[in-house]
């Protein structure tokens, strides 16, 4: 039963819905939804930045653009199956992860997760603080980075709805806004130079191949967090498609945009991005229309990691405590700890941007690949889309507090990749020997998928129909 507080945050727009199923009389909207969320979620700098990464790290622009669009492709798979699991279920990944590493093993993921979270968060607060900056012409880096964090928390607190809001409203704008950028970008230089003479090299091909493979895999921990609310009628397939247009065709288009400008710009593109950017508007004018819709992008994607970080965070609270869900206190509380933790970094990250983030986008990868792996393995072929929904709150239910197959090939997924990654810090004998290509995201998918098939379809644990859960008051 609903209770009258409960009623009265309904009415304010704030959504009361945490980690519990969401019930058949509260689903709506259509898979076209999540279009404009992706879309919108990847039409931002931080993508054109991911793209960049690829020709600033050697590729040349046009194999370094056909390395991004494999990588997107390819990654765009596992992040949409993900997504097709929130109307059956009605439920927020991580949670439905329970299913596979038990109601406290599952905290093992969360918790580099929420890391997760804090970095991306971080690292597009320095991007979106500094085109604040430069709308108010400060030179203060704090100033931008305090302001965009406090509207980031206004709309990651009132939830849901607004967080699809900001997401239609920032798939159109930077539609419109990359098109922009992209005929001053030709009417300003010599584009074609940048693919004249391109040599195919297969390491930094790989290595375009895997920062977009990359990008589109972190989303998989919180996906379904937004498909959830869909009826569960909702055909899976029309979820999965609109969720992987959406998503593929906006990493692309900012991506693509990225390795041109990176190819065209060189060093000067390297040390302002922001303010590059704004260089390629005719007037002041339109300079500042510009920084604006920079900041709008970056809204989209930053309030999906503070909501989420929130559903990770609950999803560990509630499997220590026993309880089914969390009120909006502890969202508003959580949700400000971690972006003034998200901030600090932001304002650390700042000095080595570029570095910084290409190899926090590969440290992802090697942790969660196998996460990826384990999940869709056991939902669509070892438990066939067949979850005992009480049972992913009870630690002495069908899951039990700790499933040793699924953390021990979690734990393998990772460790099997080291001898293949390609770090700054570190360089596996594997990779030495394939002359730099990074293939550990690779290995990290398909060791981990083949493990546990074999491993747990000896002993599966899903119901043999779906066992649906009674809508909790809260």
Not at 113 to 118: G, H, S
Not at 224 to 242: E, H, K, M, N
Not at 246 to 274: E, K, P, R, Y
Not at 300 to 309: D, E, M, P, Q, R
């Amino acid at each position: 039963m609903t209770t009258t507080s409960d009623s009265t945050t309904a009415a304010r727009g704030v959504e009361r819905r945490t980690i519990d199923v969401i019930p058949p009389e509260e689903r709506h909207g259509t898979p076209f939804s999540q279009f404009t969320l992706w879309m919108g979620a990847n039409l931002q700098i931080t993508a054109i930045v991911d793209g960049a990464l690829a020709v600033v790290f050697g590729a040349d622009a046009l194999w370094a653009i056909v390395g991004l669009l494999v990588g997107n492709l390819l990654g765009g798979v596992v992040m949409a199956l993900h997504s097709a699991q929130g109307p059956r279920l009605g439920l927020p990944q991580m949670i439905s992860s329970r299913a596979q590493f038990g109601i406290y093993g599952a905290i093992v993921p969360l918790v580099l997760v929420i890391v997760m979270y804090l970095g991306f968060t971080a690292t597009g607060t320095v991007l979106a603080g500094q085109a604040i900056n430069e709308l108010l012409r400060v030179d203060n880096a704090t100033v931008g980075i305090v302001l965009f964090v406090a509207i980031v928390a206004v709309i990651a607190i009132v939830g849901y709805r607004w967080i699809h809001a900001v997401g239609r409203i920032a798939s159109v704008l930077g539609v419109l806004g990359l098109a922009y950028l992209a005929i001053q970008l030709v009417r300003q230089h010599d584009v074609s130079a940048a693919f004249a003479g391109n040599q195919f090299d297969i390491v930094t091909f790989l290595l375009a191949v895997s920062l977009a493979a990359g990008w589109q895999l972190t989303y998989g921990p919180y996906v379904a967090d937004y498909s959830r609310y869909l009826p569960a009628t909702t055909s899976q397939g029309s979820v999965f498609w609109w969720t992987y247009a959406g998503s593929v065709l906006g990493s692309q288009l900012s991506m693509t945009f990225g390795a041109i400008v990176a190819a065209v710009a060189g060093d000067a593109f390297l040390t302002n991005q922001v303010g590059w950017l704004g260089g390629l508007a005719s007037g002041a004018i339109v300079a500042g229309l510009i920084y604006a819709l920079i900041v709008i992008g970056k809204l989209t994607v930053t309030c999906l990691n503070a909501y989420g970080s929130f559903m990770c965070a609950a999803t560990i609270t509630t499997a220590l405590t026993g309880r089914r869900t969390m009120g909006s206190n502890a969202r508003i509380a959580f949700v400000l700890v971690m972006l003034t933790l998200s901030m600090g970094i932001a304002l650390w990250a700042s000095a080595d941007f570029l570095s910084n983030f290409k190899n926090f986008v590969l440290l992802l990868l090697m942790v969660f690949t196998p996460w990826s792996a384990i999940n869709l393995t056991d939902y669509y072929l070892v438990s066939k889309e067949r979850v005992d929904l009480p049972a992913l709150y009870d630690p002495d239910g069908r899951y039990g507090r700790w499933n040793m197959v699924a953390l021990t090939t979690y734990v393998v997924g990772v460790l099997i990749q080291v001898p293949f990654l390609a770090q700054s810090l570190y360089t596996g004998p594997f990779t030495e020997a394939l002359g730099g290509a990074d293939v550990s995201w690779i290995v990290g998918l398909v060791v981990p998928a083949v493990m546990y098939y074999v491993w747990a379809s000896r002993n599966p644990r899903a119901p043999a129909e779906q066992v649906e859960l009674a809508e909790v008051a809260v």
